[in-house]
Every structure is written in C-alpha cells, then in structure tokens.
C-alpha cells in the first residue's frame, strides 16, 4: 500500500521553546480537523527531536524525523549525528540529499547512497530528495538530472530496503522561491521517476513508492498537486514554520 505522507521541514529554524510551541498547536490541530489518512511527519532540527518524539508518541498519524545523518555509525567525527542515535531519539524518518546539502555541502550521489545505506540499516525511513535546478530545466536536461541522482543514490538497494525509501521531488527552482512548479509539471517528473523504479526493480516496488512533491507547497496549490495520481504527499518548508499553514496543507490530502 502506498503511504501519503506530509512531511514538515523546519530546516534550520525555531528555538526550542518555539519549536515546543509549534508542536503542540499542530498535534492539537491535527487531532481535532484531521481524519484522513496521510502521515504526518515533523522534521525539526538535530537538538529538538527527542523532545518532538516524546510530544507525537501517543498521536495515531505523527512521527518525527532527522534532517541529515552522517554516513558512519560513530567515532571521530565531530558535529556529525548518525542515524542510530536519531533513532534512539525516537525518529522514524530522515531527509538525505536535500539540495541545499548537495549545494552547500557538496554531498555528491555516492556519499549519500551511504547515507541512504546507514539510515535503512538503523531501521529508519530514508526520504531521498531529488531535483533540478532551473539552468537544468530550461536546457531541458531535467531528466538526466534525475536519473543521475535517483539511480546513483538509491539503486544499489534491493528491492526489500527499497520499501523503507520516499523520493522527494523537490525542483530547486522552487524551493523558498514561492514559485511552485505546475501540477502538471510534478506529476510529469513524478511518473518518470515511478517509470524508473519500475524497470529497475518491478511494478509492485514502484507502485508502493511514496513520491513527495516539495517547492513552495501552500495550502493554496495542496489540493491541485494531490489530486495528481503520482504525487503522495508534500515536503514543506516555509508553510511548516506555522501551524494554521502546514495543518490546511495536510488537510488538503484526504
Ligand atoms: P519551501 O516549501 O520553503 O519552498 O521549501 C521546500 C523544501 O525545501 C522542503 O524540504
């Protein structure tokens, strides 16, 4: 069964009393206007997790996850966090990839298929972040684009660990820019992203792939996006620094 999961990423933002705040208000909102059935996902940063796991234990639909994880499991690298000690924390998900660590941190495909490799090991749920840039786009190189980092990062694994691994479609062009890409544009990228699951493993793998649609998601344009057949769900930035923007987002997948 394909998941629908809306997953927030606060990136680096919200102290901790703040982030506490942001929790509560959300767990509370989802619990009184959300009956659907869309997983909800909280990504704060590395020093808030433990404390948003313990707040979302007891809700039905909400988990927590890691922004990054170093590829190591422990030992002499300072200001790295592995995936283990996430999941000691209580987290279920962790982003890799995400373009603003492949741009400012010069994360290549191969450094984070090991990446990938940790968080699977640990049990953990990778949401594997992909997209192009707008030079990529308008050269209409995309697609290359995405095959590169979708087959580089993520084809090593069998099918099996491939069922723990969300792909996040997230156009660098869109991303903080409030320019979404079109719906008919995600569902495009998304149905070639499937296509490629499916010839490198099978249909049944492809078909239970969650792919998250992320750039400028609002309530706004959540519910055109999710109407689409192949975009299951969202990975939201700036909408999910408040609690009335991210809730109608998720309210948008019924
Ligand atoms: P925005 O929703 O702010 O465009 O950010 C998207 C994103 O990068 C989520 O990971």
Redesign the pocket.
């Known amino acids: 069964m394909r998941k629908k999961i809306i997953a927030g990423?606060w990136k680096m933002n919200k102290t901790f009393d703040e982030g506490m705040a942001l929790v509560t208000e959300i767990a509370g909102m989802v619990k009184d206007e959300y009956s659907g059935s869309a997983q909800v996902v909280i990504i704060p940063p590395f020093v808030h997790i433990n404390a948003v796991s313990r707040m979302v234990a007891d809700s039905r639909n909400i988990f927590s996850g890691a922004q990054n994880c170093s590829n190591h499991d422990s030992g002499a690298y300072t200001g790295e966090v592995s995936a283990g000690m996430i999941k000691s924390c209580g987290a279920e998900y962790v982003i890799i990839g995400?373009s603003e660590r492949r741009q400012y941190f010069n994360e290549t495909n191969d450094w984070l298929a090991r990446k990938v490799d940790a968080v699977l090991k640990n049990n953990l749920t990778a949401i594997y972040c992909c997209g192009e840039t707008l030079e990529e786009r308008e050269s209409n190189t995309h697609f290359d684009v995405l095959k590169k980092q979708v087959s580089e990062g993520l084809f090593h694994l069998t099918a099996e660990q491939f069922a723990n691994v969300v792909i996040a479609y997230?156009p660098v062009w869109?991303?903080?820019t409030g320019k979404t890409a079109s719906t008919a544009q995600a569902q495009e990228v998304h149905a070639f992203i499937r296509g490629l699951v499916c010839e490198h493993y099978n249909n049944q793998v492809a078909d239970n792939l969650t792919i998250q649609y992320?750039?400028?998601?609002k309530a706004e344009n959540a519910v055109e996006l999710f109407s689409a057949p192949d975009i299951d769900g969202a990975?939201?930035?700036?909408?999910a620094l408040q609690s009335r923007s991210f809730v109608d987002i998720v309210k948008a997948m019924k």
Do not use: F
């Open positions: 990423n995400h997230e869109a991303i903080g992320g750039g400028s998601v990975l939201v930035g700036g909408a």
